[in-house]
């Protein structure tokens, strides 16, 4: 019989313990980054809220049922950690972080395995870095114990800005808001306004300060580590769009070429997608966000593909467009070369220093020499090529946590390295109701610019011999459901 309360005892139990507690953390936190990563960035927030200041970030609610949780973008941004009801406390005068977390529920973890609670709080020090761990009860009394919500200068910095969760963008959420907004018979309130209305409540002398605008600024510029994760979902991406090339043939859904990329990007260790693929056949990709994915695909028509991962917390946004029946034909072939001719000129011009209009003026005038003596077998699509001149939206928008990330790109800012956002040369085909684009991910590098999706077939060459190559699954016809209705 072995006696538990030997000292060597104690001690191997307690070693067995946290080895057997450590073997179940790797389920339960990232491996991405490093403690030295989150203390960076959060000494950043450090210095832009001043001495005189707090900022509270609060981390995903709990998720219904059966679904997989998932932070908030921001919340793991800063610390990793992917324990819902979460809150981050950063002190501007002490320049200390503390997290506030729910405590241990023992019952859940008999059937989930180790969530990560209170009460592992020199854990969770130890994997963060952050100087203090407590239960979530003790939030207001350490709002209180800063001394920085006193009059005249009681400032307390929180996102204002609707919380990215996954297959989500700042843009469509706010969209999202407007639309229920509008809805006289809705009066949901988004979560960060009552967040911050209980904060106010609590503490009526405090004046609340968006942090958003410098979140944005920091995710806008990618570290060595953000940018192996994008390129990681970009090549996921690739190959997803690949393997939907090799199924395609007329008479498959477009439904099909989405299953044949959700295989890649499963196998790869994605958590999902980035967002709703977007594949229309025919005259269904003339609509730039087309998520529908019910019809078959015809012969003599084109299929256009933007999708892109979910892959630990990063994505990207990787478009081709291709014939369904294998081969392009003579309209399509001029119209498709004009669109990889302008993204290769867009690539040229693309370095640090230089603007987005800077790269479109460029670009254009190059193109306006590309089509000089160029014959289109019809004249609105010349006319398309000429409106594709002087269109600005081939030059499009961050990537990074989110498919449309946070801050900007376009206009007067100047790229820096470690930028990352798309080249997506496009025109459309008005009165055929036709749209014609390819999308590629840029890397500002320190003299230039990276194509982190260059890998992707693009040329006519390249797509053809891509598309007669054999895929994974045989979808034509479909499988047949053994007790279909009739």
Request: charged content about 25%.
């Amino acid at each position: 019989m072995v006696n538990f309360k030997t000292p060597f005892t104690l001690v191997l139990l307690f070693f067995i313990s946290v080895f057997t507690l450590k073997s179940q953390v790797k389920h339960h936190y990232q491996t991405d980054f490093s403690v030295e990563n989150f203390k960076e960035r959060r000494a950043k927030i450090y210095i832009e809220i001043g001495n005189d200041a707090i900022a509270i970030i609060q981390g995903s609610a709990g998720i219904p049922g059966f679904s997989v949780f998932r932070q908030t973008n921001t919340f793991y941004y800063l610390c990793g950690l992917e324990t819902s009801h979460s809150y981050l406390l950063l002190n501007g005068k002490t320049k200390t972080t503390s997290i506030y977390l729910p405590h241990r529920d023992e019952g859940r973890e008999k059937g989930e395995g180790k969530v990560l609670s209170a009460e592992d709080a020199e854990l969770i020090k130890e994997l963060t870095g952050v100087d203090n761990v407590f239960g979530i009860e003790f939030l207001s009394r350490d709002i209180v114990r800063t001394g920085l919500i006193k009059p005249p200068s009681a400032t307390i910095y929180t996102p204002l800005s609707p919380a990215e969760t996954g297959n989500d963008s700042r843009d469509e959420l706010l969209f999202a808001q407007a639309r229920t907004a509008a809805d006289p018979w809705d009066d949901a309130t988004s979560r960060e306004a009552k967040f911050a209305q209980k904060i106010k409540s609590d503490f009526p002398s405090v004046i609340i300060k968006d942090l958003s605008p410098v979140l944005d600024q920091m995710r806008l510029i990618k570290s060595k580590e953000e940018v192996n994760l994008i390129r990681q979902a970009t090549q996921i991406a690739g190959l997803g769009i690949i393997e939907a090339m090799r199924s395609t043939e007329p008479g498959i859904y477009e439904y099909q070429l989405d299953a044949a990329a959700k295989y890649i990007y499963y196998v790869n260790g994605s958590r999902g997608d980035g967002y709703a693929s977007i594949i229309g056949g025919g005259t269904n990709a003339y609509y730039g966000h087309y998520f529908h994915k019910k019809d078959v695909l015809k012969d003599g028509d084109l299929v256009l593909m933007d999708y892109a991962p979910d892959y630990r917390y990063y994505t990207s946004d990787v478009t081709r467009i291709w014939p369904v029946n294998g081969k392009f034909d003579k309209e399509q072939t001029e119209l498709y070369n004009f669109i990889i001719a302008y993204r290769d000129a867009l690539f040229r011009y693309i370095k640090p220093g230089v603007t987005s209009g800077e790269v479109l003026e460029k670009a254009a005038a190059e193109m306006k020499q590309y089509i000089v003596g160029k014959k289109f077998v019809k004249p609105s699509h010349l006319k398309a090529v000429q409106e594709g001149l002087v269109f600005k939206g081939h030059f499009q928008h961050p990537v990074g946590m989110a498919v449309h990330d946070v801050a900007r790109v376009r206009g007067t800012v100047k790229l820096k390295p470690g930028m990352v956002f798309t080249i997506d040369p496009m025109i459309w085909l008005r009165d055929e109701r036709l749209y014609i684009r390819i999308e590629d991910v840029v890397l500002v590098t320190e003299t230039g610019a990276e194509n982190m999706s260059a890998f992707v077939p693009t040329t006519i060459k390249e797509v053809e011999k891509t598309i007669k190559e054999k895929g994974l699954t045989e979808f034509n016809p479909p499988v047949t459901l053994p007790f279909k209705d009739k």
